[in-house]
Structures are given as structure tokens and as C-alpha cells.
């Protein structure tokens, strides 16, 4: 996953005095999207915990990987499942079975005006539009009116999974405007009868989430806390924790609490999904 | 103007004169110092470009100045997309917005500033002058992002309601959100220019029998012209550095075209929107520092060019008086 990466390195020490002096940190690193919400959940931890460290770094899902696979790190954040090879990978140089551990869920809703007849896109159609082979409404099923559509800055998450999801990697069009925050892209969209555009599941007016289609055969499904928790929105994803072996000592203390209502708590405040509660 | 010969600092004679002399002087080499060592640094972070292979391989001055395929084989075009399989950065399409939005923005703001300037100079009643300047002034204590924002939430739905404009967000949107932050600049030092001019041209000018609009026009505006150009030159170096408007306001679509209803992304508010996640020495990162050292030369070359121009035709009045 090149550019777009955040490299934030977050080191608290305890509660200064000569806290941390023995303790070793517990090192976090991997996916970008992930890394406000693993700051977030490191933060209140530490907060909570005088005493542990943890570091928290970003670089990408891949960079993660690779540092889990070189011992780089105790625990992966990663915003894709790992390979069967990279997971082959760690069982022949630590003799161990990789723990996946899915920690949050994260949705990205398309919206359109509200005035707008569109009640449903396929992928496939989302992904004409941003990168400019699908020009008019026309095509949809809509009014004869360009398309204006807008996306995220291309340092933000949001916009990395769009691309790699809807998008299959392929490069945006030219002609899609790019506004800073999920709040600008819903209020040009509010604004514009003939905009579309994408991000976390807002509530502003004027906009409407629509319902997405895998492809042009499949249901429609709009996106909730539900459609996306049973991975029936196709423009959802889990957000996982990578471990070698079953974590333990400070770093199944940490996970255990992500896990817990506190941690889950966080996912919500920072934006994402919490996972269903068993 | 008046010249005021001033002792030279060194025969000053109290300690307490010699020591603020120093200090004084010591504040300004610091200005001149900062502005050095940030060009150095911003260059310094630039130069991989041009030296390393690394970056080469990713961005070269080729690959920034020429159009570029999007895939192989595909044809080649200029574009600006960082985050890709294959990253393309060219810079083209941005100095092509860069420019035509600071021109938009100062095609409206100058002459609006300087004809406002000449009236509160020249026509208005005192109390009226009282009023304008000081309101005109307080337009650029106006951060710039609320202005950005203004744009974004309703000038931009106006103009579209008015003109039909296929995207709100546009070249013209950004400028006239940027006029709004050159206007009192040029307005503050344009007044200034006319308001001294020495009482004398006018009084010579009406006595001549020249009524006030002839004054104003003939007499007042070209021997303050050097001053007015000044502000013209501090007008258009603020628009073409200035962020926060266009980042909010342009669309920061890099589309490479000269319709001014295009949207556009300029240098500033790429730099802006991508340098604070960008991985440190990743070829991005020298890419948007080469960005700023551009907007860099350009400003300097600009004032310089100003500055020069300004002093030709100083010249030339003092000549022709």
C-alpha cells in the first residue's frame, strides 16, 4: 500500500516518576486506518494502566504484517485479512499459528442528494463513476446531468479502501473533486442535485445513503449497524489484530480489554463499528 | 515624501541608544536569517529529486514536467494522483490552477480594492473615510479558513444557481473567496500611496481648472502608481500562496484545462492537504517539498520583479517632476 501512510509514533511513559523502567513496551503497528483508533485505545489504556507502554505505529496493513512475520512487533493491526502465505510465513519462523482477531467493523456509506431518484448503485457502477467511465446520471437511470462526484483527500483511510474495495486499484478519475473531511464531502453532496460522494455513515441532512449492490444481479442492501455487522453491505470490512501464537501477559491484557465494552466503546466514538457482543 | 536624514548608529552617543540600535538591527538580519534557513530546508528536502535514485525511479524532473501514461500502454497524460499503483505527480495541471486562480482572484480584487482605495482617498467625506477604511481593513482580520468556509457553504451554491455551472465548487468559487483576502491588503497599502501624494499636485491641479475626477484620474492616481503597483504585487503574492480558500473552496480536482469553471488543485492546497500524512523521505514527501520550493521562486521572482518595476517607475516620475 503505498503512500497515503501515517507514521505516528505514540509513546507515553506511565506517570513519569520511574514508571516503565523494567516494562516492556507492547508495540503496535500496522494499518493506517487503524491508527487513531489503536492511539485511542492505547491512550485510555495507558490512562487506566499506569505502568504499560504501548506504541503505537502506522506504515500500512503490509508494513505490519512484515514487521509481525519479522518479530517486529507484538501485536498486527491490519484493515485485510491476512494471506494464507503470510500466514505460512509466521508458522515456519516462529513455530506458531498466527491469532487473528477481528477488533472492529468499518463501513463506508455512498450518498447522493436528496432529491436525487436513485435508490441503489451496483459496485460495478460506483466504480464507473470515480474512475470516469460512467459520466452522466443518464446512464443510472437518472436525469440527463453530469455527474459530479467527490471523494476524500488521498491521505485519508477512508479514501485507501474505497480505492482498493470499489474501486479494484485503479486510479480515480481526473475529474473527481476532493474535499478535506467526511463533513465537506456530506455537505457538497447536500448542496449539488447531481453530486455523489462517499465516507463514514453521517447523519447530515440532505444527503441520502444509498443501497449497494455487489453486482448487478444481487440485493440491495443499505448500509446499518446491522447490514454491516453480518457483512451483508458490501462496502464493509473488518478491522483485525494479528498475533503470534495466543497472545498473553501484557499484550492479552490489552487485547482482552479492546475487545471489552470499554475498548468497543472507543471503536464507536472513533468512528467505526463495534463487533456483535457475544 | 519627505527624507529624514538620521545620525548614523555609530556616533550615537548613549549606551541605551547603542544597545537599541543593536537590537534592532539584530531583529532584522533574524527576519532575513529565518527566511534564508527555511529556503535552505525547504530545498534541502526538494533536492532529492534531482540527486537520487531512489526518488528517481518514482518521480524525476521527467516524469514532473511531461505527461505521463496512466497504465503502460494507455495514452500519456498529465496527472496528479500520488496514491496509486503506479504514482503520478505532475505538476502541470497545479501550476495551471495555481495561476488561474490567483488572476480570477486578482482580476476582481485589484481593481475593487484600488477604485475603493482612490474614493476614500480622494472623494469620500471625512467621516464617510472614517467608517470604509477601518471595515475594509478589518476584512483581512478574517481568518482564512472562514472565508474558505463561507465559500464552500453558500457563494458556491449562488454561483451555481445564477450561472448553471456543472461543478459548485470551481476556479472562480476559490477566486473570488481569495479577492475577499487580497482586497484589503491592496485596498490598506493603495490608500496609502494616494493619501500622500503631496497636497500640492492637487491644489495645482484644481487651480489649473481640472475638476476633482480629472484631479483624481490624471493627477493623484499615476503619481501614486508606484505605490498602487506595490500593492498590486503584495495582492497577487498572497493569492497565490493563500490555503485555506482554495483547499475549501477549488474542488482540488488536478484537471489540466484553462476554463476558469473547471474545478482546480492548486500547489498550496496540495501541500496542504497531503504533507501531513505523507511517509517522511517516501518520493511523495520530496514532491510536495519541490512543490513548495517552487511556489517559493515563484513569489520571490514575482516581488523582485515588482520591486524593480516599481522602482522604474519611480524613477521615471522623479525624472519627469
Known amino acids: ?278 | 515624501m519627505t527624507v529624514v536624514r538620521l545620525p548614523r548608529a555609530g556616533f550615537a552617543g548613549s549606551l541605551s541608544d547603542r544597545l537599541a540600535s543593536i537590537v534592532i538591527r539584530g531583529s532584522a538580519f533574524l527576519a532575513i536569517l529565518s527566511l534564508v534557513l527555511i529556503f535552505i530546508f525547504i530545498g534541502k528536502e526538494a533536492l532529492p529529486i534531482l540527486t537520487s535514485q531512489e526518488v528517481q525511479k518514482e518521480a524525476s524532473l521527467s516524469t514532473l514536467f511531461f505527461p505521463q501514461p496512466a497504465k503502460p500502454g494507455a495514452r500519456p497524460q498529465y496527472m496528479w494522483q500520488p496514491v496509486s499503483e503506479v504514482p503520478k505527480y505532475s505538476v502541470l495541471p497545479l501550476f495551471v490552477s495555481t495561476l488561474k486562480v490567483t488572476v480570477i482572484a486578482v482580476f476582481f480584487a485589484i481593481p475593487l480594492a484600488v477604485a475603493a482605495a482612490l474614493y476614500t482617498a480622494e472623494f469620500a467625506h471625512p467621516w464617510v473615510r472614517e467608517v470604509v477604511k477601518p471595515a475594509i481593513e478589518l476584512l483581512a482580520g478574517i481568518p482564512s479558513v472562514v472565508i474558505g468556509f463561507f465559500c464552500l457553504m453558500v457563494l458556491a451554491g449562488w454561483l451555481q444557481q445564477v450561472f448553471g455551472w456543472t461543478y459548485r465548487l470551481n476556479a472562480v468559487t476559490a477566486g473570488l473567496g481569495l479577492s475577499l483576502a487580497v482586497i484589503p491588503i491592496v485596498y490598506t497599502v493603495a490608500e496609502d500611496a494616494f493619501s500622500s501624494v503631496p497636497q500640492t499636485f492637487r491644489e495645482g491641479s484644481l487651480a489649473m481648472g481640472a475638476s476633482s475626477w480629472q484631479t483624481a484620474w490624471r493627477v493623484v492616481l499615476p503619481a501614486a502608481m508606484p505605490g498602487v503597483l506595490a500593492a498590486c504585487v503584495l495582492g497577487f503574492g498572497r493569492a497565490i500562496g493563500e490555503t485555506m480558500i482554495v483547499l475549501m473552496a477549488s474542488g482540488n480536482a488536478a484537471i489540466l484545462s484553462l476554463s476558469p469553471v473547471d474545478s482546480i488543485r492548486t500547489f498550496s492546497a496540495t501541500i496542504a492537504a497531503e504533507l501531513g500524512e505523507v511517509v517522511v523521505g517516501s518520493a511523495h514527501y520530496h514532491v510536495l517539498f519541490f512543490l513548495g520550493a517552487a511556489l517559493f521562486v515563484l513569489t520571490f521572482l514575482l516581488n523582485l520583479f515588482g520591486h524593480w518595476w516599481v522602482g522604474r517607475l519611480q524613477k521615471k516620475l522623479q525624472g519627469a517632476s
Not at chain 1, 166 to 174: P, Q, S, T, W
Request: aromatic content about 8%; proline content about 5%; charged content about 20%.
Open chain 1, 1 to 278: 500500500m503505498p503512500g497515503a501512510l501515517i507514521v505516528v509514533t505514540l509513546i507515553v511513559s506511565g506517570c513519569g516518576g520511574g514508571s516503565g523502567t523494567g516494562a516492556k513496551a507492547v508495540t503496535v503497528k500496522g494499518s493506517d486506518t487503524m491508527v487513531i483508533l489503536g492511539q485511542r485505545w492505547a491512550e485510555t489504556y495507558m490512562g487506566e494502566h499506569p505502568g504499560t507502554r504501548i506504541q503505537v505505529t502506522g506504515g500500512g496493513s503490509g508494513t505490519g504484517i512484515a514487521a509481525l512475520i519479522n518479530g517486529g512487533t507484538d501485536i498486527c493491526e491490519a484493515s485485510r485479512p491476512m494471506k494464507d502465505r503470510e500466514k505460512e510465513q509466521v508458522r515456519s519462523r516462529h513455530g506458531k499459528d498466527v491469532k487473528e482477531i477481528p477488533v472492529a467493523l468499518d463501513g463506508v456509506a455512498v450518498y447522493i442528494n436528496e432529491s436525487s431518484p436513485i435508490q441503489s448503485l451496483s459496485e460495478p457502477q460506483i466504480k464507473g463513476i470515480y474512475t470516469g467511465k460512467i459520466t452522466n446520471w443518464r446512464d443510472l437511470g437518472g436525469k440527463d446531468q453530469k455527474i459530479v462526484a467527490y471523494s476524500r483527500e488521498n491521505n485519508s483511510g477512508t479514501y485507501v479502501f474505497f480505492k482498493e474495495h470499489v474501486l479494484g486499484n485503479e486510479d480515480f478519475a481526473r475529474e473527481i473533486q476532493t474535499l478535506p473531511g467526511t463533513a465537506a464531502v456530506a455537505n457538497a453532496v447536500a448542496k449539488d442535485p447531481a453530486s455523489i460522494g462517499y465516507g463514514g455513515i453521517a447523519y447530515a441532512t440532505g444527503i441520502r445513503a444509498i443501497a449497494v449492490k455487489r453486482d448487478e444481479n444481487s440485493e440491495a442492501v443499505h448500509p446499518s449497524l446491522e447490514t454491516v455487522r453480518n457483512g451483508q453491505y458490501p462496502l464493509s470490512r473488518s478491522l483485525f489484530f494479528y498475533t503470534i501464537g495466543e497472545p498473553d501477559g501484557e499484550v492479552k491484557a490489552f487485547v482482552d480489554w479492546v475487545l471489552g465494552p470499554e475498548g468497543q466503546k472507543i471503536c464507536e466514538a472513533v468512528g467505526y463499528y463495534p463487533l456483535v457482543r457475544k
